[in-house]
């Protein structure tokens, strides 16, 4: 998405920012761990993959997760205080990107013909915001390991930032991965996620795709991902089913299908799991 209404100052500083976190040392990092006392896996944090079996193999990237939204279930203690302008930039970063999300979701209704409101209804007070900031470090063997295994991603919509210079992402077409170049002109890439393919009942897609990584050079990703209440009944929107198209999937809690999503994924291999979930 170009021509989205948000500074490209603001865009840079959200970068910069993150480019310092991740320049730190790794015990100044290591006090946003991800990890409880060095071995219990928590969603928030600074770290990699939760480990869940002994021969999988890790993402070659560090990562810093936090709950950005509902602004009163933020955890502080997970936000950096290095770089200093860390938290005041995410703060208004995460302002703007709501905005471009709302934008987005009032659209595509009116591709289907639906009431402009029906997708952001979906999201009510609890609905959960994440920022995920990937670092990928330059890799001596980039043909053995990824930065990010193959995925769809779990919530509804997903706003990225990208590297201006490097690129990695690459998505799944027809059997055949295909490369995202770098960011250029501050665009933002919009994913949509399993969340969203299910509300819609399969019109919109969430789309495979992986990060590769880069002999050479790190690159960096900021993710903001836009789920629903964990809480909330996900399912296909009863006024895009009718007799010739009946739901395609069942219906269920957010938060036991994003513990399906994670097992799924976890191995890095297998298909979408969307179609693994159809009726
Ligand atoms: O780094 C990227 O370009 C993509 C990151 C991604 O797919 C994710 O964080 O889910
Ligand atoms: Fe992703």
């Known amino acids: 998405v170009s021509n989205h209404g948000m500074e490209a100052s603001m865009m840079d500083s959200v970068f910069t920012a993150s480019r310092e976190f991740f320049q730190l040392p790794l015990e100044e990092k290591k006090k946003c761990s991800n990890l409880i006392d060095g071995k219990h896996f928590q969603v928030e944090g600074y770290g990699n993959d939760q480990v869940r079996t ?32 860390f938290r005041d930039d995410l703060h208004e970063y995460a302002l703007k990107c ?10 595509m209704p009116k591709i289907l013909k639906l009431d402009a409101d029906c997708l952001v209804n979906q999201f009510n007070s609890n609905a959960p915001t994440f920022a995920r900031f990937n670092h990928f470090p330059p890799c001596p063997r980039p043909d053995l390991v990824l930065g990010i295994k193959p995925h769809a991603d779990f919530p509804a919509l997903t706003v990225l930032l990208m590297d201006n210079d490097v690129a990695g992402l690459q998505y799944l077409r027809d059997g055949t991965w295909y490369n995202v170049p770098a960011a250029c002109d501050h665009t933002l890439l919009i994913n949509i996620g ?83 979930l159809k009726i």
């Open 54 to 85: 002994q021969d999988q193999r890790l993402d070659w990237s560090d990562r810093l997760h936090l709950r950005v939204e509902p602004e009163g279930g933020r955890n502080l203690d997970h936000w950096p205080t290095h770089p200093k302008s």
């Open 98 to 107: 709501k905005g471009i999300r709302d934008d987005i979701l009032r659209a």
């Open 194 to 276: 399993l969340t969203m393919e299910i509300m819609t009942n399969g019109i919109f897609t969430g789309p495979m795709h992986r990060v590769v990584t880069n002999a050479d050079k790190e690159r960096i990703s900021v993710a903001m991902f836009y789920g629903v209440d964990p809480e909330q009944e996900i399912g296909p929107m009863a006024h895009l089913l009718s007799e010739e198209q009946p739901a395609q999937y069942r219906k269920m809690k957010a938060k036991d299908l994003l513990v399906l999503h994670h097992e799924h994924y976890a191995g890095g291999r297998g298909p979408r799991i969307a179609d693994t």
